[in-house]
């Protein structure tokens, strides 16, 4: 980073925290949430109730159209030759016998690819998505094993993979750091994430650790793990004339229209992005170099484009986590109560890219304490650019965090449920904010309860079933509540009492629609079937992250502030026969197909009605949601207590989970159904970071070694118990519909609760992930 930018970065920060300390002091009804959003009640019609994916007919007929299904006419398709060295140049390129080969279009290198402006990367600018900054096949230079070096088109797929692999290459190769030993000993650097330093301290926490009664102070480690959604990365392209087409598998479609815009030199508005449905997202479905190359490509050869990722394709090309070393020190009195936490460490991390892992975030607001020591370093590495992945921080940050509470409750000798209760903080131990509704000590106790956590004989080793040495373990888990600013939606609303809601926003399998459809019908008045929901387009209202487990936040705000608008422009047409004449639009809300005066609900009027009378077919409004500042105002976070038991082979060091409860704090709970199934998919995710995922990394060439889920192994069903998931359904006064995220709150703790219940099970203490069973023998 150049010294203009260091200082415009500090002038950044400065003015960030001047404006964080303005909302920290204002008044609550000045910040967005200071007055409860009224759909945080519980005597809903439809919020609150299991209803099934309205999407779901369509997935199982098959009907869904997803990236790599668009057809266009003369479509070709496109795979992709990879660098096998991690840095230097390309010395000799050969083609001839790749063009010559069945099929065959176009193939693209350095040489004849269109100049293009690198990708913006994602977070340095409101709307940019790159994974990367480097330039996209401009030169002949390597910067990570498994770079694209050549782009083939064919009339098949099948003609275009075998084309590719008659590309004849070699390489200059330069002295490449890929190890993160080497790394590091090349000295480290603070990480900032998204403008904030990753560094906090108060007190001394050194001393206060030195002088502590009792104390853990241990280093843990996590590997890289990679991306792999169900849907591999896809894109089909083709250009209009100057405008460019994408269908795109997308957690961002706007970023994506405005970012590709940037790097081909068009107006935001000659790009075109449209992703209804994404096989899985989790922060790898950005913009990455596939779509750049496959619309770069689409324009040479002039003709639509379809880009389909292979499962490798996916290794080499898009970024995953990086790898981790955490050291976690808690010292505390005797009775139990955290004097100091120090949590520091380094992440490796890419020169082309901005992710130093943020694994100290949890640990700003989770216990009570006089001193603390947070701190992120990064450490470069020549490789793909690491990325987000499902709570990017938390994920491998509550690993190390709760692995250390676990520890220290062992020294103690002190349950360690009663530990972590003990040490619950009153407002935000770092931030001194107060938290805007945390009940994590109740989902503690009705986990507790329901595990049978009190049947656990604290001694580690103590259950023996045959082979299997059983254990239980638990860890607290955290996400924080996101809701990014550029929130708006378009609300249509037609004569026969239809509404229609248009907001760019995403279905990654989540559920998106469906409690989006609940939540306007409820707000509404309407029925579900009454409202149907528009999304995963970039020419729609908003600028919406699916990410940060903040999409249900935006997307509920814009429509709020969406529905007031459409209540005002009601009123203005009422007139003066109808029972709401005269009523202010704060006094009004949505109810049986209509308007009804809120504390006086006989004073109503259909929308049927009130649309005739005014001669109207249809009404439409558009609106903002407001800035997002509560998050300033506030400590707001998802909260959650896992419990986990384990079998552990004695023989083979084999671990199998044999059960598995998340017993969660996250506000109100919108679809009961949905949100089972994204706290059971971040769980199952949480097992395989315990158990099996890793990226292994060959530090001799700095490339990927197991790109296949032959070789990257994920649980699959055998793996998995019944995995039992409850919560407190407590609505946060001050959210939209008292709803907090919950996309990314599975994945964490998970893997602590499986190390801590392996520890019960057999007093091995791992400190590396995976807890594979060779750390077992
Ligand atoms: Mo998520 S890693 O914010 O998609």
Known sequence: MSIVDKAKQAAQVVQQTVVKKAVELAPDSWVPGGKPD?????????????????DGPLKVRGEATFAAEFVHAGMVYASVAFSSVAKGRIATLDTREAEAAPGVALVMTYRNAPR???????????????????????????????????????ETQEQADHAQSLIRVTYAPEPA????????????????FAGQPMKKEIGDAEAALAAAAVKVDAVYRTPRHNH??????????????????VHDASQAVVHTAWSLASVFGLEEKQVHVTSPFVGGGFGGKSLWQHQVLAAAASKLVGRPVRIALSREGVFRMIGGRTVTEQRVAIGARADGHFDTIIHTGTAAMSRHNVLPEPFIQQTRGAYAASHFKLEVE????????NTFMRAPGESVGTFALESAVDELAVALGMDPIELRILNEPKEDPTEGLPFSSRHVVEAWRTGAERFGWAKRDPKP?????????????????????????????????????????????????MGTATAQTQVTAERLGLELDQVTIVYGDSTLPGLVLAGGSQQTAAIGAAVAAAQHALVAELLKLAGKDSPLAGLKPDEVGG???????????????????????????????????????????????????????VRVNAITGETRVSRFLGSFDCGRILNPKTATSQFRGGIIMGLGLALMEEAQFDERKGRIMNPSLAEYHVPVHLDVPTIDVIWNDIPDPHTPMGARGIGEIGITGTGAAVANAIYHATGKRIRDLPLTLDKLL
């Open 177 to 192: 750091v890929t190890t993160f030993a080497e790394a590091k000993a090349q000295g480290t650097e603070p990480g900032v």
């Open 591 to 645: 109810l049986d197909g209509g308007l009804a005066k809120l504390d006086a609900p006989e004073r109503h009027e259909s929308y049927q009605s009130l649309l005739a009378r005014a001669q109207r077919d249809e009404v439409t409004v558009e609106a903002n949601a407001p800035p997002p500042m509560e998050g300033m105002h506030w400590s707001m976070h998802s909260y959650g207590a896992m419990f986990c038991e």
């Open 378 to 385: 990064v450490a470069y590495m020549d490789m793909l650019a």
């Open 228 to 245: 792999n959604a169900i849907e591999p990365h896809a894109a089909t392209v083709a250009w209009n004339g100057d405008e460019l087409i």
């Open 461 to 509: 080793g103590a259950t023996r079933e045959g082979e299997w040495l059983v254990g239980m373990g638990c860890a607290a888990a955290t996400y924080p509540y996101n809701r990014m600013p550029g929130g708006a939606a378009r609300i249509t609303l037609t004569r026969d009492g239809h509404a229609r809601v248009e907001i760019a926003a995403h279905e990654m399998g």
């Open 116 to 154: 293009m402006q690198p990708m913006p990367l994602f977070l340095t600018g409101e709307k940019a998505a790159g994974g990367d900054n480097l330039p996209v096949m401009q030169d002949d230079r390597i910067h990570w094993n498994g770079q694209p070096i050549a782009l083939v088109l064919a």
């Open 38 to 54: 009224p759909l945080i009640g519980h005597a809903h019609a439809h919020i609150g109730k299991p209803v099934s994916r309205v």
